[in-house]
């Protein structure tokens, strides 16, 4: 029995090193969290230097880089931290692979600030390029979520990556703005793609609503009687009628940059509550986790007392689903205590069956934007189309046929996979 309670405890210990490992990553997503807001700032204000005949800008600009390199270097630290790189179990391969693919767009930063003071890119083509680094860091979080193996763990960073991704396509929504804005009009394509941000938003934060925590679902509908989302809102109308007959004061980018910064900077309060509402979680899962080995080995040590000579106990039979097949008594002595270990097999069992459901429940909002991003970048591939464009074909077909979304997704991806030559 001693033998078994061995391997008992080399479970428990086990999962403790591998909430050890979470936390390190959520101290990560942290940082992450960090860096993606200065560099949504920044995005930002870059299209307001753009959009200016002169370098009045340039001063603030410059601030909010300097933000933006303090984040990115707390970062690049916390990519050293021991705990994250200590084990490379397979689960961690991808998130290695997002990580060194943020540093690959970190790189990229240098040309393209330096491009915007130059002013020899546009303010779209700057969008797009402040955006592909953030999308490199909000993978990384995803990617935390994906492999948490603890469902509370996981719940919390579900929340917040819809939170954290809302707020991104929320901070694209400002970048655009003030590039219409500034322009005196909004085109048919900026407007489809305000359309598209705007949509995109809700879908992130009614997932976000579905795994938040109460303390911070409290704080967002907080936010619903906040007056600056009806001045945001009346903007947007206002950029949504313009055009190139019916032009707008460009003056109006200014209003617009500060209410939509306004609203960015709640969602990153919620963010932070998040955050720490996760490692607070983490802690006390690695908390509960100690304390079970704590009991797991004072119980080892009253089965080291026993007098090796002792009757051999009963013994009692599970089967694969942990389910008791048969109890045959044996002796008293010892009996009690060992009982104590097969029930402790039988408890650890259970507990692993019911969090591998727990963790499936939880991930299906996760498995389901992985296959609806797939088709939309198979789709952008194969019809040289927009993402707004491609997102609007799958649920074109999702309304046609009467199915989920999920269901266009998996059944185009599927028919790739059968094409010849893939």
Same mark, same amino acid.
């Given at each position: ?8 405890? *080399?479970?428990?210990?086990? &999962? /403790? ?36 005949? !002169?370098?009045?800008?340039? +001063? ?14 707390? =970062?690049? +630290?916390?990519?050293?931290?021991? +705990? ?14 997002h990580i060194a693919a943020v540093l690959h767009g970190l &790189? @990229?930063?240098?040309?393209?600030? %330096?491009? #915007? ?30 492999? %948490? ?32 804005? /500034? ?7 900026? /407007? ?16 976000? #609503? !579905? ?13 619903? %009687? ?31 940059? &500060? ?10 309060? /919620?963010?932070?509550?998040?955050t720490l509402e996760l490692r607070n979680q983490c802690h ?18 009253? =089965?080291? $007392?026993?007098?090796?000579? *002792? %009757? ?27 009982? $104590? #270990?097969? !029930? ?22 996760? +498995?389901?934007?992985?296959?609806? &991003?797939?088709?939309?970048? =198979?789709?952008m591939e194969q019809h040289k189309v927009n993402e707004p ?12 046929? @009467? ?5 266009? *997704? ?10 010849? @030559?893939?």
């Amino acid at each position: 029995m001693s033998r078994a309670l061995d391997f008992i405890l *080399a479970a428990r210990r086990s &999962e /403790i090193q591998g909430l050890q490992q979470l936390d390190a990553t959520c101290e990560l997503v942290a940082k992450v969290s960090q860096l993606v807001h200065t560099l949504q700032r920044e995005r930002g204000y870059s299209n307001i230097h753009l959009g200016s005949p !002169d370098d009045q800008c340039q +001063d603030a600009l410059d601030a909010l880089t300097a933000q933006s390199k303090l984040a990115e270097s707390v =970062l690049l +630290d916390g990519f050293e931290q021991p +705990d994250l790189n200590r084990a490379c179990a397979a689960e961690k391969v991808r998130l290695f692979n997002h990580i060194a693919a943020v540093l690959h767009g970190l &790189e @990229g930063l240098v040309r393209l600030r %330096a491009a #915007v003071r130059r002013r020899t890119l546009s303010a779209e083509e700057s969008t797009a390029a402040f955006s592909r680094p953030i999308a490199a860091l909000l993978a990384v979080v995803f990617e935390a979520a994906d492999t %948490a193996s603890d469902p509370k763990v996981t719940r919390c960073l579900v929340a917040l990556f819809n939170m954290m991704q809302g707020k991104e396509l929320a901070g694209q929504e400002r970048a655009t703005g003030v590039a219409g804005f /500034i322009n005196g009009w909004f085109s048919p394509v900026l /407007i489809q793609r305000l359309h598209f941000l705007g949509e995109s938003q809700q879908r992130c934060f009614e997932t976000f #609503v !579905d795994f938040s925590t109460p303390e911070a679902l409290l704080a967002w509908k907080a936010l619903a %009687a906040e007056p600056w989302q009806t001045e945001i809102e009346q903007l947007r109308l206002v950029a949504m009628r313009s055009s190139e007959q019916q032009p707008i004061p460009a003056s109006l980018h200014l209003p617009w940059f &500060e209410l939509t910064t306004t609203r960015i900077d709640a969602f990153k309060a /919620i963010e932070d509550q998040l955050t720490l509402e996760l490692r607070n979680q983490c802690h006390c899962s690695i908390a509960e986790a100690s304390a079970e080995l704590d009991n797991h080995r004072a119980l080892l040590k009253r =089965l080291g $007392s026993m007098d090796s000579t *002792a %009757a051999s106990p009963g013994t009692r039979l599970y089967n694969v689903q942990a389910t008791e097949l048969e109890s045959v008594p044996g002796d008293a002595m010892g009996h009690q205590l060992n009982r $104590s #270990v097969l !029930d402790l097999v039988h408890e650890q069992n259970q507990r692993l069956l019911a969090l591998h459901d727990e963790l499936a429940v939880v991930r299906t909002s996760l +498995d389901e934007r992985k296959w609806v &991003e797939r088709a939309k970048g =198979l789709l952008m591939e194969q019809h040289k189309v927009n993402e707004p464009e491609a997102y609007r074909l799958l649920q074109q077909a999702a309304m046609s046929q @009467g199915v989920r979304l999920l269901e266009v *997704a998996r059944t185009l991806i599927n028919q790739e996979k059968g094409r010849p @030559g893939r």
